[in-house]
């Protein structure tokens, strides 16, 4: 039944594009229905062929993905009934004049097949049922491509110069487009998440596989226009979602028979510790002196200016320090460790997104706390390694929880995570003068915060399946890392005139609160 209801949804779906969703005075940019209706068929195509040879686990397993994306699909194809012109949907319609088109019986095609796929989720989610682990499959490349997914599916999908077809991302975008963008955002890390974890090898196909197979719904068509319309570039994000579908879709072959294949030997648990909490203290130590030392070299009679862009390396040394210390003596703090981790490129990046700027002045060089500023980068990163190598011994070793995270928990986890993108996408600071640093720009700056941005979520879907101390500890290392982030407003708001504190230093103290909250629940019985 459940597949009968998402082959109805997905021809609605397909039809819409070519009945059109507005009036006749604004086409699509280019002749997009055939590619449009062949992705919109293809993952339930793909859920009838397993339920034809007699899958229904897997069947089941690929309706999910298209459901929760639906929903995302569903708040941003709402805003074309409501108000087209806030809708950037070039491959369904380009107005050609100011004036809004009207939109058509075609938009409502598109909005009940939305719906109808959204029920056949829901249907395909009742009809499983529990079943005992009977393998348990490689988890870190589907969490690395739903990671790499999520970036893409956050940023423009394309570039523009013609102002009838603008290039926005979620939190460009007006209310219920930015709603969606931000749930198809999330849907990407957490569905890969909950897919490599399933307790069977069917269900994980099926949940891999239709998730790769909705990613090319939001891949393909951004680099179609762009090849096709006149002013319309490519970008970054379709590549980067491209490339995480391939991944979600290539053949994995289960951990345990791999292992033994393999034959892999690695250092004792205890050894692994120390190692990487003698690179956090490293990491630290060099943070700190980055912070004490000049970043800039000026010609003789210029005065220093304050480097406020460093300041922040100090509260992302202390953190750092305070976990690694802790992780030298209790292996539990691990999990915090590694999350925490990511405050130091976060500090970092500002740091030297400021020296850069500077030293595009012939005269001005980079000092010589610029060196030990890009080491403590270095040094956080051979870390976080040897953390991430300590926690895979141990999970081969303790193995995984297998009961489901309470309902208050997940939507305090959710919670925190859309808090987190405001937190890192959004300014801690505005002044008149001062141009914010994004995750999603050009700038330097922008890998530290594009780095925390992942770091934070990735460890609030992985504490929803983690045994409840660990869970709470990787939230808890994710509310150090917003912490961080909040702190940058009080430390640097000297570097402009005017400033006042932006609506990220309100997201990042409200993120921190969410985590602290969920890193509570996760703990309690």
Do not use: C
């Amino acid at each position: 039944m459940a597949v009968g209801v998402a082959v109805l949804g997905s021809v609605l779906t397909a039809v819409a594009p070519a009945a059109g969703v507005v009036d006749a005075s604004a086409p699509p940019a280019f002749t997009a229905w055939p590619l449009l209706a062949l992705l919109a068929l293809l993952p339930t195509a793909l859920a009838a062929v397993f339920l034809v040879r007699g899958q229904e686990l897997t069947a089941a397993a690929a309706l999910v993905a298209p459901a929760v994306f639906a929903v995302g699909r569903l708040f941003t194809d709402l805003q074309v009934a409501v108000e087209p012109t806030d809708a950037s949907r070039p491959e369904l319609f380009r107005p050609t004049t100011l004036d809004a088109p009207t939109p058509t019986a075609g938009v409502w095609l598109l909005i009940a097949g939305h719906v109808l796929v959204i029920a056949a989720g829901a249907l395909a989610t009742l009809g499983q049922e529990p079943d005992v682990r009977s393998e348990r499959a490689s988890f870190v490349l589907p969490a690395a491509a739903g990671i790499v997914a999520g970036i893409g599916l956050f940023t423009a999908p394309f570039s523009s110069t013609d102002a009838l077809i603008p290039a926005r991302g979620p939190f460009e975008s007006a209310t219920l487009p930015m709603v969606g963008g931000l749930v198809i955002t999330l849907a990407a890390p957490a569905l890969a998440v909950l897919a490599a974890s399933a307790t069977t090898n069917e269900a994980r196909k099926g949940g891999l596989l239709g998730l790769a197979a909705v990613l090319l719904t939001f891949a393909l068509p951004p680099i179609v226009m762009a090849v096709a319309v006149d002013r319309v570039g490519l970008a970054v994000g379709p590549f980067l979602v491209l490339a995480a579908a391939v991944a979600l879709a290539w053949p994995q072959r289960a951990a345990r028979a791999e292992a033994e294949e393999q034959d892999l030997e690695l250092p004792g648990l205890r050894r692994l510790h120390v190692i990487a909490g003698t690179l956090g203290l490293i990491a630290a130590a060099a943070a700190a002196v980055g912070a004490l030392n000049d970043q800039l070299v000026l010609p003789a009679g210029l005065p220093a200016p304050t480097d406020y862009a460093a300041r922040l390396l100090w509260p992302a040394a202390v953190v750092t320090a305070l976990l690694a210390a802790a992780l030298l003596a209790k292996a539990a703090v691990r999990p915090a460790f590694t999350v925490g981790l990511a405050a130091i490129p976060l500090a970092a990046g500002g740091a030297l997104d400021a020296v850069f700027a500077a030293t595009r002045v012939a005269a001005i060089q980079p000092g010589p706390g610029v060196w030990f500023t890009a080491g403590s980068i270095a040094a956080a990163a051979a870390a976080a390694v040897t953390a991430v190598l300590a926690g895979a011994v141990e999970r081969d070793e303790v193995g995984t929880t297998k009961a489901e995270p309470p309902l208050p928990l997940v939507a305090a986890v959710l919670i925190a995570a859309l808090l987190a993108f405001g937190a890192f996408g959004l300014p801690v600071l505005q002044a008149p003068d001062y141009v914010p640093i994004s995750p999603f720009g050009l700038r330097v700056g922008a890998w530290g915060l594009l780095v925390a941005l992942i770091t934070v979520v990735a460890a609030a879907v992985t504490a929803l399946k983690a045994r409840p101390d660990r869970g709470a500890a990787l939230l808890l290392g994710a509310a150090l890392v917003t912490g961080v982030r909040a702190l940058e407003y009080p430390l640097t708001a000297a570097r402009a005139a005017e400033a006042a504190p932006g609506p990220g230093l309100w997201l990042a103290a409200a993120a921190t609160a969410a985590l602290l909250v969920s890193a509570a629940l996760r703990t309690a019985r």
